[in-house]
């Protein structure tokens, strides 16, 4: 099953060339559900697998307190992994079929209001390297609305200030071209000119975002500098890495953008994904309506 498994995961780098979080993601799912299989199942051969024992380990999940978001994806990872292998015809029957989804829970994302994000672009301070390059990234984060591990994954070639856009690699590695605002554009020319250097040791690196070892910023970096910065700004609502993102779609909706446009800044590859910033537009209409209103 191990072989099985690592042929699958090849499968995705070489064939697909899906993102290294995506394929972190399908590897930790398939690897709890083959020892499942071998600890409770007490089975080491996947064509013996039938649909019961699948239905059996999903509701192992519910019983372990999963949300549905999470049993959907793992059922979305077992049904890729059986279709490979029946594919493969290491298999000779896919058990997954028939199988559903749960209904996913409709959450809607969290949002900064304009003068929330306002107070967490003030909140660094530029009197040294590090406030610099703090401004720089959340500042790039808003102007672009780009995820967390594409803000990091930059590096100096995919910054073209002159031009006034900057080249990203998102999902599935496919590249797109997001302009940035003069805001953003001045912030990243005061960390380039008089911030990035001041991080660098001996040894070279390419990356735009750098930590205090000369290092690539990582996910974690950054998630401790966000949570800094929202205690500097005041800001009591709980953020994540892709509050911003969010605030930046649904602020771009709020102010007529059209829905495709935001898509293609995203990254989206289905509209689908995007219209959720739709309802939120409309669920804060609402809440103005019913705080303003004198007859709400």
């Known amino acids: ?8 995961i090849h ?14 993601s399908y590897e930790r799912d398939l690897r709890s559900y083959l020892n499942y299989l071998k600890t409770t199942e007490l089975m080491t051969d996947l064509n013996e697998v039938q649909r019961f024992q699948i239905i059996r380990f999903l509701a192992t999940l519910k019983d372990q307190g999963k949300s549905s ?13 059986h279709q490979f292998l029946l594919r493969d015809k290491a298999v000779e029957r896919d058990p997954t079929v028939h199988i559903e989804s749960p209904q996913r829970d409709q959450s809607l994302p969290k949002v900064l209001s304009i003068k929330e994000v306002e107070k967490l672009l003030d909140s660094p301070k530029v009197h040294d390297h590090f406030g610099r390059r703090d401004k720089a990234m959340i500042e790039l984060l808003y102007a672009t609305g ?10 100096l070639g995919d910054v073209h200030l002159t031009m006034g856009f900057i080249r990203c690699i998102g999902k599935g590695n496919k590249e797109r071209i997001i302009p940035i605002g003069r805001t953003a554009t001045s912030a990243l020319q005061d960390y ?3 911030g990035r250097h001041l991080f660098l040791k001996k040894q070279k690196d390419d990356a735009l975002f750098l930590n205090h070892l000369g290092r690539r910023l990582t996910r974690q970096g950054f998630w ?3 949570k800094r910065l929202t205690h500097n700004a005041g800001i009591t609502k709980e953020l994540t890495p892709h509050t911003l993102r969010h605030s930046f779609a649904t602020h771009l909706l709020e102010n007529g953008a059209d829905l495709r446009a935001v898509q293609e800044l995203l990254g989206h590859s289905d509209i689908s994904t995007t219209q959720i910033y739709t309802h939120v537009t409309k669920t804060r209409l609402k809440d103005v309506y019913s705080q303003f209103h004198p007859r709400a």
């Open 11 to 24: 499968f995705l780098i070489v064939e697909k060339g899906l993102a290294k979080n995506t394929i972190i």
């Open 1 to 8: 099953m191990e072989d099985r498994l690592r042929d699958f």
């Open 146 to 155: 780009i995820r967390v591990s594409e803000l990091i994954g930059l590096n």
């Open 224 to 226: 401790k500098i966000l």
């Open 69 to 81: 978001k999470t049993i959907a994806r793992h059922i979305a990872s077992l049904r890729a992994f």
């Open 192 to 194: 380039l000119e008089n």
